[in-house]
């Protein structure tokens, strides 16, 4: 049975390249589109079911790129729009293939929003809220949702399997104490890491910096780095962040597609 966790997007809101931005950053991945970063999100495989951790506007892109042909649940984070703009991708997917809703697990604050913006996918989700610290057990993987600071509700996801335990925090900054108490030890953080240089939220991401000090407080086995923007204070081509981190043991940064057996 093959287990996995696979970064679907490692970009922040605006994505690499922005249509907008003539940065290094922007400029390296219109060049070579292997270091472009769609908008954030992730899959777990456990070995049954797929689970879609987020839906980001990128995400028929991502599916199409990874050949991923079927999603069985589907969990978001929080209510921004780089983490759910892309909910509607999935109607013909339902309508056509699937032929049955998929639960899609929300905020509980952001449950009446989803129905307002999205009276039209009624009939492609059974909407469910998330509870913090519940455990959704599939198989032999269990999938927790813990609290992340990020100014409205906001989770970051435990997955736990007999052999490994992992955790993705795309937005964050820092983790509050139980947060922390439960990631301690972690053989993967995957984690917030907007900003390279200032950070100019310090109250809902991370820098590079601050992300790397988080995995070595909660003694991460491995620290990737995610949900990165090239452009926001200081651009950084991927080359030159691959160079900066190259001196920290156990940190990397997360590119599109990257796959962590589980
Ligand atoms: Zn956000
Ligand atoms: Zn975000």
Redesign the pocket.
């Known amino acids: 049975m093959v287990q996995y966790f696979k970064i679907m997007g490692s970009g922040a809101?605006p994505g690499t390249p922005s249509f907008f931005c003539d940065c290094p950053g922007c400029r390296e991945a219109r060049e070579n589109p292997a270091t472009a970063r769609t908008r954030s999100g992730a899959l777990i495989a456990t070995g049954q079911a797929n689970i879609l951790v987020d839906t980001p506007p990128d995400l028929k892109a991502q599916l199409v790129r990874e050949r991923i042909e079927r999603i069985d649940e589907v969990f978001l984070t929080?209510w921004?729009y780089?983490?759910f703009g892309g909910l509607g991708e999935l109607e013909y997917y339902v309508k056509l293939s699937r032929k049955d809703r998929i639960p899609l697990y929300l905020p509980p604050s952001a449950i009446e929003q989803f129905f307002a913006a999205f009276p039209n996918l009624i009939e492609v989700f059974r909407v469910v809220p998330w509870g913090f610290a519940v455990q959704y057990r599939f198989g032999d993987l269990t999938v927790t949702p813990l609290a992340a600071n990020?100014g409205i509700e906001?989770a970051g996801f435990l997955v736990e399997t007999p052999r490994a335990r992992l955790a993705y925090f795309p937005?964050t900054a820092g983790l509050p104490a139980p947060t922390a108490l439960r990631t301690e030890g972690v053989d993967w953080l995957v984690c917030d890491a907007t900003f390279y240089g200032e950070n100019w939220f310090p109250e809902?991401h991370m820098s590079v910096a601050e992300a790397i000090a988080l995995g070595r407080r909660v003694r991460a086995g491995r620290t990737v780095l995610t949900h990165m923007s090239v452009h926001y204070s200081e651009p950084v081509t991927s080359a030159e962040l691959a160079a900066a981190v190259a001196g920290h043991p156990g940190v990397s940064a997360a590119y599109d597609g990257l796959t962590i057996d589980l």
């Open positions: 809101g929080h921004h780089d983490h990020h906001t937005d809902s």
